[in-house]
């Protein structure tokens, strides 16, 4: 397995990827030619999201698109597509962004936000959240775009199925990574800047709970330095 660096990537939805060709639209369209100035014959390598990064040469450049001629394929496997990092909405929106950044760049690909009892900010952003997954995913030059969806309440994740690591800073067992069956899903529950709810944890009475340090961490550091740890 091949690993690049010292690259611009680019994306561009497996809709826009043929056999030997790829399309490129939008926003991506205008960063390839007017920020970065590309002009045809030039090397650009392109990601398609789902674990490939193509390198390509700029064939054509019109007032809307660029098409790419691929020369190169680089194949990756998602190591961590079985985990699932489920987050509460944290006070701080720049806070909370940085948590998508950090962990994209370790490599969590699956994300869940939820609306917990002490959760000050609430609502869905996913729109917002998807550019942020995006551009982590090209600085940190992954092959995998994360996916993010949202539930109103942490019951709903307790529903699903897999392995639930519950994150409590007063537990007695410290969390120092995971073995297990790799085709479960596990799903790694935060709470927000004052924990969890009484009533929250009372929905995972039965589940082994984990702190990530001796010490009392800020949330976006606990959830950052498990996603180090994995």
């Avoid at 897999?162 to 297990?180: L, V």
């Avoid at 790799?182 to 009475?205: A, H, K, V």
Wanted: aromatic share 12%.
């Amino acid at each position: 397995m091949e690993y690049l660096s010292n690259i611009e990537l680019y994306f561009s939805s497996p809709n826009n990827i043929f056999r030997e060709k790829i399309k490129i639209e939008g926003e991506e369209f205008k960063h390839i030619t007017k920020v970065m100035r590309h002009t045809e014959g030039e090397e650009v390598f392109v990601s398609d999201g789902c674990g490939k990064i193509f390198r390509t040469k700029i064939s054509k450049v019109d007032l809307s698109s660029v098409e790419l001629n691929i020369e190169h394929i680089y194949r990756y496997e998602n190591q961590l597509a079985n985990i699932f990092f489920c987050i509460a909405r944290l006070k701080n929106p720049e806070r909370f962004e940085f948590i998508l950044e950090k962990c994209t760049e370790f490599g969590i690909t699956n994300f869940i936000i939820y609306d917990a009892d002490r959760a000050i900010s609430k609502g869905n952003k996913i729109e917002r959240w998807n550019k942020i997954l995006l551009s982590a995913m090209k600085q940190s030059l992954r092959s995998f775009l994360p996916k993010i969806s949202f539930e109103t309440s942490i019951a709903e994740i307790k529903n699903k199925p897999g392995i639930k690591f519950i994150f409590e800073q007063n537990s007695n067992q410290q969390f120092e990574g995971i073995k297990t069956d790799s085709t479960s899903n596990c799903y790694f529950i935060f709470g927000p800047e004052g924990g969890l709810s009484e009533r929250e944890l009372g929905l995972f009475e039965d589940f082994e709970k984990y702190k990530i340090a001796e010490n009392r961490l800020r949330s976006e550091t606990a959830i950052i330095k498990c996603a180090a740890l994995l």
